[in-house]
Structures are given as structure tokens and as C-alpha cells.
């Protein structure tokens, strides 16, 4: 049967239409990739290599979005400044899981579609830091590191002044890169450095950038090998090998070059009861450097030792020893820049509400950080502990054997950061801690006590960033005896010691009410836009940049997420409710999301911050 | 702030009611639409073609509803569905904004045929669904409006159904080739097979039947009757995705890789080496530790762990030939295909078995099909050979008191101590059974003494310090439980564990095996004839579960402080390992 048309026009219409919408139809089927286009549409791709001691080639590929820097010419001469985040990859199977079982009618498991693909790589994110920009909270660039992958990006420096390299940190991969920063939102690779150019230590945490441009970073694990390691000092220590103990300050050029490798461990061991080694040494160490600062016009390093670093689960019934957390800060002498050394080693004391049956949070355990007072007539500096949740304070770095006394402990600032928060200090799982550079203010961030952290019915503790009044305890004299005021009963633990120690000037919750899931780790905003139209260094930072991330397997992660803080001149704080998510539109960068201009490459882990400012923008 | 590791899941884990609630949606979507695109031939609708067009669309729009209890579903396509079905029965009263509203619902539904599909695979998915759901529409409208309120249309309903059964037929042919099934038994021996020879066949008999009433004044009849074979071919095409793919028939001689699922769990099967006798059951540590493993009215022998290897190891007694295993998880029973043939196989020392199939499984994943003839105890090859020499150099080097050395009565055990004692001897270096504390200790056997090894070295370095100048293994002790057996051991290595080639089949080993570890002989056999030119200078490389904090993983006081292995791709589970030495010369 034929049905003929009685108006064959619109019939010869209708099968050119049909014929067209159908060949339309074959054309996407066939092309149709199913996968979805990128958020980053066009992003350009700049490419810088050296030739690392290996002889291979190691590189940072910048990806540019083209949009956000078009939007940032047309808003006009505004310099910017720019938030410099140190991230790593995250497996991109957790993304999929979210992206797979999305329409009615699907199955919902997957079809066989989620599978582990080939790690991403490893980047910094360079985010539009400038208020007030049309592109603020903007991820402008991502610059990310090849070839190695799974780097677990860790530290930076604390602080980046003009003209500094950055010096990043890859804590699995034992590797130093330095890059230059010179032409934001632009990076380039000016080295990297390997394990097999630090054979006196692994794992490099943190770094101090000396006034030559010079860095000097911590090697918290032991030399690579085990067995003795001859060091260029004349001096032997007998390591355990790789992420173990002893571990050394390297000094490093501009280019990442190791200058130097001085030993942390002393000739004579440290305290066999504090100190634990797993495998044992012969002359147990607790020198495990971390956190790492400098006066160089006192020409003294000051590093605090954190942990043997490795995940040791040798035994399947006990847990690890608590002593492999260290309670110890050394001092240096840095009067030759190119020959630390060693100069004391001191132990932290437990505080009040030390308990003997839990020695892991006693108020002296795993002394993460440390931060030096600035000014010419100051001497003093500041250590935190992780598990212990205290600060520790001495007046006087350059001492032959400097006194240090607990000076603030984090259950005191609890309640200040959550109404709801208890003022148990313990296990508070601090990390940043940094004076602002007029010594007026100790700015710190606490991850927060975890859920059951100290007990089937502890309820946790939301943590946050707080801000201490440090003026009259560095001003109170380099003598232990001048300074008034004791943390030495429980009472005072959880509503301060009074006297000159310090005192809550601000406070802000991150994640309130949710237990254990504030910052790790955080960066002053030391850049005020001039009326010359450069970006000057202020003594005064209005800002704070802090992210929520430890390290995955340590079962501290965190949200992922980056926040800005409002810093008053009274070091009041408050989160930026304007710095947003591009994609979420929710406060705070959120590192857990699907695309970066490099790939849709999924969750990203950011681990340290730093404000930066190209060259041609500062004076 | 949900970091777990997802499993890589499979078809086999849809269940039945997912399964259920996509075949009643697809097909009640696939008539509405159908019939709503081509509602503008036809005249005035009759009341209880209405009714059959409301039903349809309920039927949709529920089963779009259920769907969202069901499945994780995206808000914003769930809602197009619901109003797209909802509408498709209240827009026929106008032809012309019905038809555009079914031809949105027929695109959506290819999407949801078709989630996660590309290229040819989509192109063939969009003609069963467009195919079908004309034909569907057609039958609908010519069941329920007689022929003369037809309207008048260049369509020429005949023809077209004998180019929508080709089509059809086509596509389902095309599907056929592209499953990777062959022309064997598995197209009728499983489900899989059936449902894709349902797909072709029942579109070829339609075309074949509408060729043959192609002259047919009552073109509706063909529609009417090809209605059930195109139905059945759309739901088989539609349950497709939920039914498992069957695996390769198994090759008498080849390690088997398969996937069974008991309880609705999906479990990794290895056997090797497929031979007659005695042959190794292979299972993940994801798979979980209640397996059982045994042959059909046989001997079922617990998976137990052993020294060295992941997972869990049960022994089979394969008879000749053609025949199945029984694979037990908790109380649930599955059954795996295998074919150990008529010839005896390789010998196999028992204590180097986990070891010889981790090899082969590099191989099969390869896609190799290679009949196992050898383990990697059987011989020191020359490029070990050439490492442990270096390695030993490097020792003496460092000048410890002596070099502890552990082997075992493999060929490749006993020509590496020689190898090792030789070279000592050439460098001036003691060599010793027994520890102490400036001792360097270098393990050159197997899998199960290096485990025994580094077991007993960790206790000892745990009490007092002992082998201070390290542990060292030799390359193919480079296996997790092996090296996370100790804080820290160091091998001589001719490849970058960190490096592109060496990931990849990490990812790869991880994917297709429960997320199991890489090996040294499952990377040489997932190279094949690559292996030797990636072979580079050799390096000591250093491995440790490097964290930044040490934790028990389950730690009381700690809750959240669980350990996450999210790091694909790493050689060392939970840890890393890196170069210690420069190119060793």
C-alpha cells in the first residue's frame, strides 16, 4: 500500500528534513565520544624541561585558561596576586563512581566502567587571590609535574618574597622542585631534586628560603641507605634507611642544586626512653626534622622533629610505639649558611594534663612546627605539637641550651573557634603556626580532635584557625624567669595561663560541627596594593590562605578545600565569604571536583599555600 | 570526604530489580515514543488507543519514579523523563508537539540504552532503539486506527518495515562482532550468547517475514506479527548490559583468568597452570578470605594465605580434559568453565607456584595466550644475574661486616647464592648464614623464604640492631607483602617502579585482578618481547610504607585514622620506593 501526497511540496520537504535530521543523527552517533567536554574549553599549554642528575627530563606544563586571563586584561591595570596551591592527584576512580550512574534506566553498577585509569598528575594551582577581581577565587593556571606521579605534594616554604624560587616538596617521591615564579601566572622548572642527590636524608618536608635565595629544607627520613652515611662535615651517622631516622637540613641552590647535607642526630644519640627507632639503632635519634625556620641575623636554624616517618605495622597486636613521635627542637648554627650545625637539642615537657597511660597526646608528642619571632629584638621562638595540641615558646634561640616552656594549649582557644567545642587540647592535630612579621600576633591552624580520638564517647572537636596576642610574651625578655605566667594546672590549659602569656585575639571555625575536619596547614597574605600600583611586603597581613588536607593514608584527610580568611588589625578573623568555588559557588576553593585546565582529571589533594606576585607587579 | 577504594565492578553486580525497572522503562518509553512520533499520520485517535497511549506514559513516568529510589540518579534527567512521558499522552491531542516531545523521549532513551557507551557501539545502540521504537509506533497506531483514517504521506509502511527488520538485524550483527564473543559455544552455552543471537535472529526472521507479505495489502499485519520478535530483541538488547560477558573459552596449558559471582559477589579467579593434576586457585585480597575452591563432586580445599604472595592459594585436582571448578564464598557455590586438556604440565615446586602464576597473570592481561611451560624459579636470568652482580659490588662498598645470605634449592636460588658468593669473594666481602649487627642481609630465594626472611629480620631489628647495613632482596622479591613485611629493604632494579610502563601495569594487574599488586614476573610477562628492551642499567631502589605519620590502621583511639590505599599504580601498597643509587656500572 502507497499513500501519495496531495501536496508534494510539503511532502518533498518533509523527507529532506527527515533525511537530513537522520544523516544529522548517524553523523553525532558515529562521532559521539561519550565523554563530556571539559569545563576548560581553551586552555593554552606552555611546556618547560631541565634535565635532571638522572639525565631525564623533568617538567612543569603550565595550562592556561585563556578566558580568565582575557577577563583579567579587560578588567583593566589592576596588578594581580595570586594564591600558589602545591596539590596532588587523587585516584580518579572515586570521580567516576559519581559520574557513572547518572539517568533512568541505567543500571547503576557501573558497566564495568569503573577502573582505576593512570594516576593524573601532580600540579600547583595558580588561583586569583586579588580582591575585588572579576576572577577571583579563579583557577587561573595548572601547573602540573611529569614525569613522576603520585608525588604527594607536600610543603612549600612559609613565606615568598620577591624575587624568591618556590621550593616544593614531594614527600613520596623524596624530591625537591624549585620553580620559578617570576612571570605569574607563568611557572617554569628552574630543577628538581632527587633522592639519589640527598643520600643523607629522605622524605623532605618544609623549607626556609635565606636571604641569597638560598633554601635550606628538612629531610625528616634517614639516609636512603642504610647503615652509615659519611656526611661532608666529617661526621658518620648510622641510619636505618629510607623514611627512617636520622634525618639532615640540605641547603639548596636556586636551582634546586644540594649544596649541602648536615646531620640532625647527635654524635652521642638522644634519649633511649623518648627516642624510639624501628628497626633499632645502635644510638637511638629522635631527629626527624619538620618545621624549619631561620634568623639570620642570629645566625640560628631552629627545626623541630616529627616523626619516623614510615608507616610501620610490624606487629599485628601492638600499636606503634608512641616515642616514634618526637617531643624534640634543635637549633643550629648557621653562621656558615653552607654548614649548619648542630648546636642543642631540647625536650619538650609534658603539661598538666599529661596522662602517663597515654603518653601519644601528652602535651609534648610530635612537634610538628616551629616559628621565630622577627624583629631585631626579639630572639624568641614558638613550637606546636600535633598529638600533644600545645605551644611552646623561648625567649631566646641563640642560648648554648635554650629553655623552652608551654606557653598555650589549644584547649584554650577551643571554645573560641565553636561555642560547641569542649577545651580539651589533646589530639587537636595542629600543623600551621606562624608569627605575623610584626610579632604582635601567632597565627595557627588546627585540623580538630577526630570523633572517639580519646575515647568511644568523645565527640571530636571542630577545628578552625585562631589567632593569639603574642606582644607582651615577647616583649617580657629573653630570660625564661622574666616571663610571668605558667601553663601548670588543668585549669589554665583550658582558659589560659594568664600573665604575659598569650591570649585569643580571633578565632574561625572551618566546617563547623563537623568533628576533625579543619586546616592542616596555612599562609599570611604579606602583599598591600600600593597607590603606586605595585604590590609592597606589609608587616601586616589582612588575609589568610588556609587548606583542609593532611596526608590520605594517614586517615587525615580532609575536605579538600581551600579558604581565604579577613584578618582584623585587632587579629580578629572571619572566613571570606567571597572567595568562591567557580564551579560550586559555594566559600572556599574546593580541590574535589571534576575538571582542571589540565584534564578532567578529578579530585585534586591541596597540602600548602603561598601568596605570590609576579615580578613586573611588585616593588 | 569519601575517599574509599571503588571495586571495579562489573555487569554481574546489577541487581535484578535495577535490571527489572530498566526493561519495564526502556520498552514502555520506547512504544509511547514510537507512537507519538508517528501520531501525525493518522487522523483522530480512538478512546481506547488513548487509553493505551496513557498507560504507556504512566508506566514510563512510574517506572522513571521507582527508578530514582532505585539508582543514584541525576535530578535533572529523571525530571525530563517523568514530564516527557507524563506529556507524550496529553500532547497527541496535537500531533505536531507530540511528535517532538517522542522524538526528545526516543533521544533520551538511546542516552540511557546507550550511558557510558562511545563510537560504534553508541551509532548501533541509537538504530535498535530508533528501529524499534518506530515499529513499535506503527504497531500500535495500525492496531488501533483503521487503515483509511490513515493519512496520506509519503511513507511507504511496507518497504519500511523490511529497512527497520535489515536495520535492526544489522545493528544486532554488528553488536555480535564487537561483544568479541567468537562463533562458539558460548553462543548457546550462556546467557550472554543467547541474549545476542536473540538480538540478530529475531530481527532477521521479522525482515524475512516482512519480505515475504511485503505485497500485502494489510501492511499492519507485518507489524502486528513482527511485534513480539522485536520486543523481545529490544528487551534482549536492553538486559544486555546486565548480563555477564562469558570469558575466553579456556585453552588447555594457559593460566585462566575468570570472574565468578557467588552471592553476588564478583570474585577474580586465577588458575594455573590449567594442566591435568595439580593446579593453584588464585584469588584476590578484595575477594575476602571465605573462599573455597575444588572440581565437581571432588575435594573442596580452603583458600588459604601463603608466604609471600596476596590473597588466598587453594589446591585443585584437575582430571583431563574438559570440566568446571567449584568456587565456594561463605555459603554460595559458582562454577567456573576450564579445560586442563591431555597433556601433563610444567613442574612446579609448590613453595614457587604463587610466584609462576602471578607471572602467567602478567601475560593474560596482555591478552597473551601463551601455554605456561616455565616459572621464573627455574632459571637466574641473565638480566637478575647481571643486578645481583652489581648489587653485590655496591655491598662491598659499603663495607659491612658481612653479607647474611639467604637462598633455597630453586635453579634460580641455588645459581644466585653461588652468584652472590662469587662475586663476594672477587670483592673481598665476607659472606655468613648467620646476622649481626653490621650485617647487610641479601635474600635470593623465592617468594616464601623472602617473606620467612624479612619476617624474622623485622622481629630481630625490632629487639636490637641488627643487619644495620640493610636488607636487600634480589629483583623478583619485589612484591608487597614482601617489602611491607619490613620498615624499609632495597633491591637492584634494570626499571623505574614510578615510571609510565611500569604504572600502567600496575593499573592494569589492579583492574583486572581485585586490585592485586604488581610483581617483577607478571611486568616481564605483560611486556612480552618488550621486556628485554625496557630492561635499563641497574639502580638500587628503596621501598617503604612512607606515611608521615605512623598509625596502627585500626587504631581505637582514632576512629577516621584508617589507612586508604587510593594511590593506583604503586608497586609498594601503601608505600613508595625510590632510586637510592645512581645507574650502577
Known amino acids: ?619 | 570526604m569519601d575517599h574509599h577504594v571503588a571495586p571495579a565492578t562489573g555487569s554481574s553486580g546489577v541487581d535484578t530489580a535495577a535490571l527489572l525497572l530498566r526493561l519495564v522503562l526502556l520498552l514502555s518509553s520506547a512504544f509511547l515514543a514510537g507512537t507519538g512520533v508517528l501520531r501525525p499520520l493518522v487522523d483522530r485517535l480512538p478512546r481506547r488507543l488513548l487509553i493505551v497511549v496513557g498507560v504507556l506514559g504512566a508506566v514510563s513516568a512510574v517506572s522513571a519514579v521507582v527508578s530514582a529510589f532505585v539508582v543514584d540518579l541525576t535530578a535533572l534527567a529523571t525530571a525530563v523523563h517523568i514530564v516527557l512521558a507524563a506529556a507524550i499522552p496529553v500532547l497527541v491531542r496535537w500531533p505536531s508537539w507530540g511528535r517532538w516531545a517522542s522524538i526528545a523521549l526516543i533521544a533520551l532513551v538511546v542516552l540511557e540504552t546507550s550511558l557510558g557507551r562511545s563510537g560504534v557501539d553508541f551509532a548501533v545502540d541509537t538504530v535498535y532503539v530508533v528501529g524499534a521504537a518506530l515499529w513499535f509506533g506503527v504497531t500500535v497506531l495500525s492496531t488501533a486506527v483503521p487503515a483509511d483514517r490513515w493519512r496520506s504521506t509519503a511513507f511507504r509502511l511496507g518497504p519500511l518495515a523490511l529497512t527497520i527488520g535489515a536495520l535492526l538485524a544489522v545493528a544486532g550483527a554488528v553488536q555480535l562482532v564487537q561483544s568479541g564473543l567468537g562463533l562458539d559455544r558460548r553462543l548457546y552455552e550462556t546467557l550472554f550468547g543467547v541474549a545476542l543471537l536473540v538480538i540478530v535472529a529475531l530481527p532477521v526472521a521479522v525482515s524475512v517475514f516482512a519480505g515475504i507479505f511485503l505485497g500485502d495489502k494489510d501492511w499492519g499485519r507485518i507489524y502486528r506479527f513482527g511485534a513480539a520478535g522485536i520486543a523481545v530483541g529490544f528487551l534482549a538488547w536492553s538486559a544486555l548490559a546486565a548480563i555477564p560477558r562469558p570469558p575466553a573459552l579456556p585453552v588447555p596449558g594457559v593460566p585462566l583468568l575468570a570472574d565468578a559471582v557467588a552471592g553476588g559477589a564478583r570474585i577474580p579467579v586465577l588458575l594455573s597452570p590449567q594442566r591435568p593434576g595439580r593446579n593453584l586457585v588464585h584469588f584476590p585480597a578484595s575477594a575476602g578470605d571465605d573462599l573455597s575452591a575444588g572440581v565437581p563432586g571432588g575435594l573442596i580445599t580452603k583458600a588459604v594465605a601463603r608466604p609471600g604472595a596476596e590473597g588466598s592459594w587453594a589446591e585443585v585436582e584437575l582430571p583431563p580434559g574438559r570440566g568446571e571448578i567449584v568456587i565456594v564464598k561463605g555459603g554460595n557455590e559458582t562454577r567456573v568453565d576450564v579445560d586442563a586438556g591431555e597433556d601433563t604440565g610444567p613442574s612446579i615446586v609448590d613453595a614457587d607456584a604463587p610466584e609462576c602464576a602471578s607471572a602467567a597473570l602478567g601475560g593474560v592481561i596482555a591478552g597473551r595466550r601463551d601455554v605456561l611451560t616455565a616459572c621464573p624459579a627455574d632459571a637466574l636470568s641473565p638480566e637478575d644475574s647481571g643486578a645481583l652482580v652489581k648489587l653485590v659490588e655496591f655491598l662491598a662498598g659499603r663495607k659491612p661486616s658481612a653479607v647474611t645470605l639467604i637462598g633455597d634449592e630453586s635453579p634460580r636460588g641455588v645459581a644466585a647464592a653461588k652468584l652472590v658468593r662469587d662475586t663476594a669473594a672477587r670483592t673481598g666481602l665476607a659472606v655468613r648464614d648467620d646476622g649481626g649487627p653490621d650485617t647487610a642481609l641479601l635474600v635470593v630465594s623465592g617468594w616464601a623464604g623472602g617473606y620467612t626472611a624479612m619476617s624474622r629480620a623485622a622481629e630481630s631489628q625490632r629487639l636490637k640492631p641488627t643487619h644495620q647495613y640493610g636488607l636487600y632482596l634480589a629483583p623478583w622479591l619485589l612484591n608487597g607483602p614482601i617489602v611491607n613485611a619490613v620498615a624499609s629493604s632495597s633491591l637492584p632494579l634494570r626499571f623505574d617502579p614510578r615510571e609510565q610502563l611500569a604504572v600502567s601495569y600496575a593499573v592494569a594487574v589492579g583492574n583486572s585482578f581485585g586490585g592485586e599488586s604488581p610483581t617483577l614476573g607478571g611486568f616481564r610477562s605483560w611486556l612480552g618481547d618488550q621486556s628485554r628492551s625496557a630492561n635499563g642499567d641497574v639502580q638500587i631502589f628503596s621501598a617503604a610504607q612512607v606515611n608521615a605519620m605512623p598509625m596502627y590502621p585500626n587504631e581505637p583511639h582514632a576512629p577516621g585514622m584508617v589507612m586508604n590505599r587510593d594511590y593506583a599504580g604503586q608497586w609498594v601498597p601503601d608505600g613508595t620506593i625510590v632510586p637510592i643509587s645512581a645507574v650502577l656500572r
Open chain 1, 1 to 619: 500500500m502507497r499513500f501519495t501526497s496531495l501536496r508534494a511540496g510539503s511532502a518533498r520537504r518533509r523527507k529532506v528534513v527527515t533525511v537530513a535530521m537522520a544523516a544529522a543523527l548517524a553523523v553525532a552517533a558515529v562521532t559521539y565520544t561519550g565523554s563530556t567536554t571539559s569545563a576548560y574549553a581553551d586552555v593554552q599549554v606552555v611546556t618547560d624541561a631541565k634535565t635532571a642528575a638522572d639525565g631525564k627530563q623533568y617538567w612543569v606544563q603550565n595550562h592556561l585558561v585563556a578566558k580568565d586571563l582575557a577577563t583579567q586584561a579587560r578588567s583593566g591595570g589592576t596588578p594581580k596576586k595570586w594564591l600558589l596551591v602545591w596539590a596532588g592527584d587523587e585516584n580518579i576512580a572515586d570521580t567516576l563512581v559519581k559520574d557513572i550512574k547518572n539517568l533512568p534506566g541505567s543500571l547503576g553498577g557501573g558497566l564495568n566502567k569503573i577502573k582505576n585509569a593512570l594516576p593524573g598528575p601532580d600540579f600547583l594551582a595558580v588561583i586569583d587571590a586579588t580582591q575585588g577581581s572579576p576572577t577571583y577565587g579563579k583557577v587561573v593556571n595548572t601547573a602540573t609535574v611529569g614525569p613522576l606521579v603520585e608525588n604527594e605534594p607536600h610543603h612549600m616554604q612559609y613565606v615568598w618574597h620577591k624575587g624568591d624560587t618556590i621550593y616544593a616538596g614531594a614527600l613520596f617521591a623524596a624530591a625537591t622542585y624549585a620553580f620559578d615564579v617570576g612571570a605569574l601566572p607563568q611557572l617554569k622548572l628552574k630543577g628538581v631534586s632527587l633522592p639519589t642527590q640527598t643520600l643523607g636524608g629522605s622524605v623532605p618536608d618544609a623549607y626556609w628560603v635565606l636571604k641569597d635565595g638560598t633554601a635550606y629544607g628538612t629531610y625528616m627520613g634517614g639516609p636512603v641507605v642504610p647503615g652509615p652515611h659519611s656526611y661532608a662535615d666529617g661526621s658518620t651517622q648510622i641510619g636505618n634507611g629510607f623514611a627512617g631516622s636520622p634525618g639532615e637540613v640540605v641547603r639548596f641552590d636556586q636551582n634546586a642544586k644540594v649544596l649541602s647535607e648536615s646531620p640532625a642526630a647527635t654524635p652521642q644519640g638522644d634519649n633511649q626512653k623518648l627516642c624510639d627507632n624501628l628497626p633499632q639503632l645502635g644510638k637511638p635519634t629522635c631527629a626527624n626534622p619538620h618545621g624549619i625556620q631561620a634568623r639570620e641575623d642570629l645566625n640560628t636554624l631552629v627545626t623541630s622533629d616529627y616523626a619516623e616517618p614510615r608507616n610501620i605495622i610490624l606487629d599485628p597486636v601492638k600499636q606503634p610505639s608512641p616515642y616514634l613521635r618526637r617531643p624534640t627542637v634543635r637549633t643550629w648554627d648557621i653562621s656558615d649558611r653552607n654548614h649548619p650545625k648542630l648546636k642543642s637539642v631540647s625536650y619538650l615537657q609534658d603539661g598538666p594534663r599529661a596522662d602517663p597511660k597515654d603518653p601519644l597526646h601528652a602535651e609534648s608528642r610530635a612537634v610538628m612546627e616551629t616559628t621565630v619571632t622577627n624583629l631585631p629584638g626579639h630572639k624568641g621562638a614558638f613550637a606546636q605539637t600535633m598529638q600533644g595540641g600545645a605551644v611552646f615558646y623561648t625567649p631566646d634561640i641563640t642560648a648554648k641550651e635554650p629553655h623552652w616552656i608551654e606557653v598555650f594549649d589549644d584547649g584554650t582557644a577551643n571554645k573560641s573557634i565553636y561555642p560547641n567545642n569542649d577545651s580539651n587540647g589533646g589530639s587537636s592535630n595542629g600543623g600551621w603556626i606562624q608569627t605575623s612579621p610584626d610579632d604582635k600576633f601567632l597565627y595557627r591552624a588546627i585540623q580538630g580532635r577526630q570523633k572517639g580520638a580519646l575515647g568511644p564517647d568523645d565527640p571530636g572537636t571542630t577545628g578552625g584557625v585562631y589567632v593569639l596576642d603574642i606582644e607582651k610574651l615577647v616583649n617580657a625578655g629573653d630570660r625564661i624567669e622574666d616571663i610571668k605566667g605558667r601553663i601548670d594546672t588543668k585549669e589554665k590549659a583550658q582558659q589560659g595561663g594568664g600573665g604575659d602569656l598569650p591570649t585569643v585575639a580571633g578565632a574561625a571555625a572551618i566546617n563547623p560541627g563537623t568533628p576533625g575536619a579543619g586546616p592542616h596547614w596555612g599562609a599570611y597574605d604579606n602583599f598591600v596594593l600600593g597607590t603606586d600600583g605595585f604590590y609592597h611586603e606589609t608587616s601586616r597581613p589582612q588575609h589568610l590562605a588556609v587548606s583542609n588536607y593532611f596526608v590520605a593514608r594517614s586517615g587525615l584527610d580532609g575536605d579538600h578545600k581551600v579558604n581565604l580568611l579577613n584578618l582584623g588589625q585587632d587579629g580578629k578573623i572571619a572566613v571570606d565569604q567571597n572567595f568562591r568555588d567557580e564551579f560550586t559557588g559555594q566559600v572556599g576553593i574546593n580541590f574535589n571536583r571534576k575538571s582542571w585546565p589540565h584534564g578532567d582529571f578529578g579530585n585534586a589533594k591541596p597540602h600548602s599555600e603561598l601568596f605570590v606576585v609576579a615580578d613586573a607587579d611588585i616593588k
